[in-house]
């Protein structure tokens, strides 16, 4: 027999196998594989394990009758399907999703974040209209997919060893690509939603010169994306269409000439030190796992929290994955209205999700459940832990521009791609993304910060992480220690120094807008 310890609370051990993290939950997280008739020590119990439980999945801690609804995080995260005993695995084989009554309040939890990172700095571009970037990229944004082979061309031509050598100062030429922007009505949900994206990307800090390019023919043309946008002064841009140059050949070349003269413009611009308040930080998780919502989550929420206590902004995203945890960041909220604006997201989704012949429960997905997660309400519990603790003072659209300092909530899919492309249109120059299974994702023109909560899949995939949260787990930092770790790393990643997606030059394929709507 093995035995381990847990106290109340999630504090742990360096030996710990078993965590409980509120006395009144139901179950413990396995911080290691406990093979049947292993002896447990949690809390002020000892439970012999049952039957096998893997890493991250959850352990009964007390007995339970059919149809109890069962707490993880001090909240219910699904009802059991049958009687369980001590010692057991949960998971789906006996528990399910129960979407059961939460009560709503507006305002009763706000609290002030720490404010000990206030008059810190960081290396940015600071653009005329007194925004600040952390790249400086030249971005050729397309107005409809039937532009995208061309403007994919005119960025290679500026990729490789030595092709921007001679400029210093200019990130890269990225070509932003959809597949949309035309057989859709520009004034319908999807044709907006579209609209904003783009000329968010193309108002966006992280550029410094923009091409946006179209067909000629498309129902959303090229001066759509920058007319009236009130780009910052210095910017450089120039629109094309390929009809009107010529095909795709004249466009490649006449583009690859107006870049090159963009260039040494661009280049001009230089790092400086910026408060650390002109910051905008996207939140983000991906294959998460059991270990999320103890590790890399709560983590990234406390170095969230010290940004937002020094006047930074920071958003959380992905509207399928807070359902069940809403009620909790209504709490949060500064306003009634700004709590409703998100119920009223959530009822949206309900609503999407059901003319689909859906429903939001419909998560996790199977990486996820084979990672520990059994239910949505269980995995939006954990992924509401990147937002920390900080009063929420926003709620905003997909793509919308992030304009209030402070945490922030934003309406996106929870498919990475297309959430983190919402984000950076709003605005964010630096996103966090956190993950258990393991993601390859980035990001551009902001760079994506990959975040592991679990050690074993840091080693394996560990050259496409940026840090290992799951020290907290083994016993070799506090979560208080990776938190600031984090918050360091954000402000060395905004003051110029690569992520290892940057490295990998990953970015450009991710840029996926939300397609909404009917398509003619």
């Known amino acids: 027999m093995s035995e381990a310890t847990a106290a109340p609370g999630g504090a742990t051990t360096a030996e710990a196998t078993a965590i409980l993290l509120r006395d009144e939950d139901d179950v413990a997280i396995a911080t290691a594989d406990l093979p049947a008739g292993t002896t447990v020590s949690v809390g002020d119990r000892a439970v012999t394990v049952a039957t096998t439980v893997p890493r991250a999945h959850k352990l009964a801690v007390r007995d339970m009758t059919i149809g109890t609804a069962l707490r993880k995080y001090g909240q219910v995260i699904g009802r059991t399907t049958r009687a369980i005993t001590a010692g057991e695995h949960v998971h789906s084989h006996n528990l399910a999703f129960d979407d059961g009554a939460r009560e709503y309040a507006f305002g009763t939890a706000r609290e002030t974040p720490p404010a000990r990172m206030r008059g810190r700095t960081f290396d940015g571009y600071v653009r005329g209209d007194g925004r600040v970037g952390t790249r400086n990229f030249i971005g050729v944004i397309t107005s409809v997919n039937c532009s995208a082979s061309s403007a994919r061309m005119i960025a290679d031509q500026f990729r490789g060893l030595g092709a921007l050598d001679d400029y210093p100062h200019v990130d890269g ?4 690509t959809h597949g949309s922007g035309c057989g859709l009505v520009p004034d319908s949900e999807g044709g907006r939603t579209l609209l904003r994206t783009l000329r968010g990307y193309a108002r966006h800090p992280n550029f410094g010169g923009l091409l946006v390019l179209g067909l000629g023919c498309e129902m959303i043309p090229v001066t759509a994306l920058v007319e009236d946008l009130e780009l910052p002064e210095g910017m450089v841009v120039e629109t094309m269409t390929v009809q009107e140059t010529g095909g795709i050949r004249a466009t490649v070349r006449t583009a690859v000439e107006r870049i090159r003269a963009m260039l040494p413009q661009v280049d001009r611009a230089r790092r400086e030190p910026v408060d650390v308040s002109k910051l905008v930080l996207g939140l983000n998780c991906g294959g998460s796992d059991g270990y999320s919502g103890i590790t890399a989550n709560p983590a990234l929420g406390y170095a969230s929290d ?4 020094a006047g930074a902004s920071s958003v959380l995203a992905e509207t399928p994955e807070v359902y069940g945890a809403e009620h909790l960041l209504t709490r949060r909220a500064v306003s009634e209205e700004v709590g409703r604006a998100l119920l009223d997201r959530i009822t949206w989704w309900q609503d999407y999700a059901a003319a689909g ?6 998560n996790p997905s199977p990486g996820n ?8 309400l269980e995995k939006s519990l954990g992924a509401v832990a990147k937002a920390g603790s900080a009063e929420l003072s926003a709620v905003y659209e997909y793509a919308q521009q992030i304009d209030t300092p402070g945490l922030g909530f934003m309406d996106t899919p929870g498919y990475d791609p297309v959430s983190v492309t919402g984000l950076v249109a709003g605005g964010a120059t630096v996103v966090c993304f956190t993950t258990g299974r393991g993601s390859v994702l980035g990001s551009k023109p902001a760079p994506t910060i990959k975040l592991a909560t679990n050690s074993e ?13 799951g020290r907290i787990v083994d016993g070799t930092a506090t979560l208080e220690e990776v938190g600031e770790e984090i918050a360091e790393t954000i402000l060395a990643v905004a003051s110029g120094r690569q992520s290892v997606s940057e490295e990998l030059d990953l970015g450009q394929d991710e840029f996926q807008p939300w397609q909404l709507g009917t398509v003619t």
């Open 457 to 469: 899949m840091y080693r394996r995939m560990h050259e496409d992480m940026d840090l290992n949260c």
């Open 173 to 176: 030429v990225m070509a932003l």
């Open 369 to 376: 459940k084979a990672g520990g997660l059994t239910t949505i």
């Open 306 to 309: 010290l940004l937002v206590g």
């Open 357 to 362: 012949g859906g429903t939001l429960d419909n």
